[in-house]
């Protein structure tokens, strides 16, 4: 069988996808986003969608950093 590019794409997206930890930042913000409101409305967060964006901080310094300083505000906001 002869892949075309399109397919190779299209599967490397899917074993991307596989990964349930895997968000790209652009994904993870939106994601930190509702974490955020949520957490202002005092609203619980399940475990599945806080270890999903605390899985991508720990992997990538730059999100842990805005993660972190959004803690602070949060924190600060008491
Ligand atoms: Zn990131």
Redesign the pocket.
């Known amino acids: 069988m002869k892949l075309d590019p399109e397919q190779i794409k299209k599967l490397a997206q899917q074993t991307l996808d596989a990964k349930p930890a895997h968000v790209s930042?652009s994904d993870?913000i939106h994601r930190v986003g509702e974490f955020v409101e949520a957490r202002l409305r005092g609203d619980e967060l399940s475990t599945e969608r806080l270890r999903s964006v605390w899985q991508?901080a720990k992997d990538?310094p730059?999100?842990m950093d805005e993660l972190e300083a959004l803690e602070r505000l949060l924190d600060a906001e008491g």
């Open positions: 930042c993870w991508h990538c730059p999100c």
